[in-house]
């Protein structure tokens, strides 16, 4: 099983769609949990951190369940400029290592007019 | 700079050739990673510089990937006797915690093709 695994998409919805991806890791041990946002030929940018009591972020709705080990990121009234490719992150730390960022693949989002 | 600057941004070189790749990272960040990112695949963890502490190179892909940090600023990522699979793009990372990923900031990229 992959460490952190996510449905490649592409998501192709509507403007104004609400759109929601999942991402499931596989270490329970997983400290921290975050979201990067990736265009097309570009580098990845922080979206949102992934706080265990959930956190919003203007149309963005940032999810954790610990106990399923998954993470989710709900986009409202989607935009164009929404497309992009998600990206979850997870934080693996070992000992006294600062750990590593442990990137999913990404979810492919296409918002149409 | 303000950000982390990569280069060559574009880099082709012939199959067996040695690349230098080059990442200066914001300024007074202690905290540095190299990623690659093969065409539609995830970013594949390489190396991470963390201060003067040993590095962490248990993603380098073989031993003809080496990378070092020199006085905890600019850091090479050497690749000898490149293969057609090293294309890629390959990707570098700052941070002044190494708290990541806050403050973590991406580096454009070097995009390598191995011809």
């Known amino acids: 099983r992959k460490e952190v695994e996510q449905d490649p998409g592409p998501f192709n919805v509507p403007e104004g769609a609400t759109v929601a991806f999942n991402c499931t890791y596989s270490?329970?041990?997983?400290?921290?949990f975050f979201w990067y946002r990736q265009d097309c030929r570009k580098e990845p940018k922080l979206l949102m951190s992934?706080?265990?009591s959930g956190n919003e972020d203007g149309r963005f709705t940032a999810q954790l369940n610990r106990a399923s080990q998954y993470i989710s990121l709900l986009i409202r009234d989607s935009k164009l400029s929404d497309s992009a490719t998600y990206l979850c992150?997870?934080?693996?730390?070992?000992?006294?290592?600062?750990?590593?960022?442990?990137f999913g693949k990404g979810t492919k989002l296409s918002v149409k007019p | 700079g303000a950000g982390v600057s990569q280069s060559p941004s574009n880099k082709v070189t012939e199959k067996g050739k040695d690349v230098e790749l080059r990442c200066d990272p914001i300024?007074?960040?202690?905290?540095l990673y190299w990623y690659r990112q093969s065409l539609g695949q995830g970013l594949e963890f390489l190396i991470y510089?963390?201060?003067?502490?040993?590095?962490?190179k248990s993603g380098l892909p073989s031993d003809r990937f080496s990378a070092e940090r020199t006085g905890g600023s600019v850091s090479t990522l050497t690749i000898q006797r490149t293969q057609q699979e090293d294309s890629a793009v390959y990707l570098c990372?700052?941070?002044?915690?190494?708290?990541?990923?806050?403050?973590?900031?991406f580096g454009s990229g070097t995009r390598l093709t191995v011809v």
């Open positions: 300024s007074g960040h202690t905290a």
């Open positions: 992150v997870v934080i693996q730390t070992n000992g006294g290592s600062q750990g590593n960022l442990i």
């Open positions: 992934v706080y265990s």
């Open positions: 990372a700052s941070s002044s915690t190494g708290q990541a990923p806050y403050g973590y900031t």
């Open positions: 270490n329970s041990a997983s400290q921290s």
């Open positions: 510089f963390q201060g003067n502490s040993a590095p962490d």
